[in-house]
């Protein structure tokens, strides 16, 4: 586990855990919904509005230059950060689900057909659901899905059997965000390519604690947010092949994604100006770059991903200890995400206790019903680590579980 030393320094860049409830420090366990920012983010995002902020690659003068260089070198750092071969294949969209439906509609549209499948998995957030429902209801694509076993993981064995001709696109997460269970990427891209099947992997919450080389990946596509890689909101990123975006038309309309304009006649611009109608959130990706920089700077990564499976560890020692509470996924390969219920107690009654600790936890179906459904139950409690997570947040998880069991007793 990482030394207690190196987290404290890592907490002491994030200005919002230095918070105290009741007179005790902030347990801010809700990093898979959105992580907490460090004060090197917040420092660029204001030294851009502060100093020069302007429209990018509109202007001549000496402010847009200089926040479109800025802009275009969050581009940049962003495909060395996922390994792509070009910032071509870098877009940038509001957040993942933007990303997902920017694909939908413009690559589903063009190329998919009734009768067509397209593969999802039982582990899917909703924003990798809902896109491809409306392919399924308005041209008549087939979706399947494929199973999880009792312990969390993918049942690979019928994902193997619905992998057939038919098969045009798998899309799935590359960790759960409600149980944080890992997905065996190669296996499925491999098998994808087999058939001539096109891959879409929602990397939200897997980028923040794995590597993602999307060259060795081998995928189509990956999506991923800003705000969960402790960036900013408001900022998310679509990776695509170069070719394959120049083979995708415009998802919207408007300035900058254009060559030519009349009345006539109209030309676009190639991947990723295309796919980048009006104003971009500018500060946003800029944000997003030094989050990058960040990440990469100050963060020794193989150590902190160890680290964060060290406490995942330790919660579900201590945890699962404690008689009358289920943690629901066993699956062999997971990361970052211990998702558990206390029988009796419904999980919104459990995060409003913890909430009084100044324990800060998800409790709820995290955008995954279809999960929830599949477990036979409507929620649960979620705690997810970050790389300032430390063993005294654990203690107080604990000290949390026993209090709930106290009052409900």
């Known amino acids: 586990m990482m030394g207690a030393k190196k987290v404290s320094l890592i907490r002491d860049d994030f200005p919002a855990l230095a918070q105290k ?50 802009f275009e070198d969050a581009r940049t750092k962003i495909a060395k950060f996922i390994e792509a071969r070009s910032a071509k294949e870098i877009i940038f969209t509001r957040n993942a689900t933007e990303a997902i439906n920017l694909v939908a509609a413009s690559w589903g549209r063009k190329f998919l057909k009734a009768g067509d499948e397209i593969i999802l998995t039982e582990l899917e957030h909703h924003a990798n659901i809902v896109p491809w429902w409306f392919l ?85 596509f990956y999506v991923f947010t800003g705000h969960k890689l402790y960036g900013p909101s408001g900022i998310g990123v679509l990776y695509g092949r ?62 902190f991903i160890k680290h964060e499976l060290a406490l995942l560890n330790e919660a579900e020692k201590r945890i699962s200890a404690i008689p009358g509470v289920k943690i629901w996924s066993q699956a062999p390969e997971r990361a970052a995400i211990l998702s558990f219920t206390i029988d009796n107690v419904h999980p919104h009654d459990v995060a409003t206790v913890f909430d009084q600790m100044g324990v800060c936890v998800r409790a709820g179906h ?44």
């Open 366 to 409: 995290h955008c995954a019903q279809p999960l929830m459904k599949a477990l036979g139950i409507t929620a649960t409690v979620r705690a997810s680590f970050g790389c300032y997570s430390t063993l005294d947040d654990i203690a107080r998880l604990e000290e949390g579980v026993q209090k709930v069991k106290k009052l409900f007793k």
């Open 242 to 303: 170069e070719e394959l975006l120049n083979e995708m038309p415009p998802y919207q309309g408007g300035g900058e994604m254009i060559e030519k304009v009349s009345f006539d006649e109209i030309t676009f611009k190639e991947a990723p100006y295309r796919f980048e109608a009006g104003t971009p959130a500018i500060v946003e990706a800029i944000g997003l770059g030094a989050a990058v920089d960040y990440l990469l700077g100050r963060l020794d990564y193989p150590y």
């Open 136 to 220: 399924k209801e308005q041209m008549g694509v087939v979706i399947k899905v494929v199973p999880i076993l009792k312990n969390g993981a993918l049942d690979m064995e019928a994902f193997d059997r619905l992998v057939t001709g038919k098969t045009k696109l798998i899309a799935f997460t590359q960790m759960s965000n409600a149980l944080g269970t890992l997905t065996p990427v190669g296996h499925i891209i491999k098998k994808a390519k087999s058939v001539g099947a096109k891959t879409l992997i929602d990397g939200s919450q897997g980028i923040v604690h794995l590597y993602a080389n999307v060259t060795a990946l081998d995928c189509d």
């Open 21 to 70: 409830v009741n007179g005790r420090r902030v347990t801010y366990l809700d990093s898979a919904a959105s992580a907490q920012k460090p004060q090197a983010v917040i420092d660029m995002m204001n030294q851009v509005m502060t100093e020069h902020y302007a429209n990018v690659h509109r202007g001549v003068y000496l402010f847009s230059a200089k926040t479109s260089a800025a």
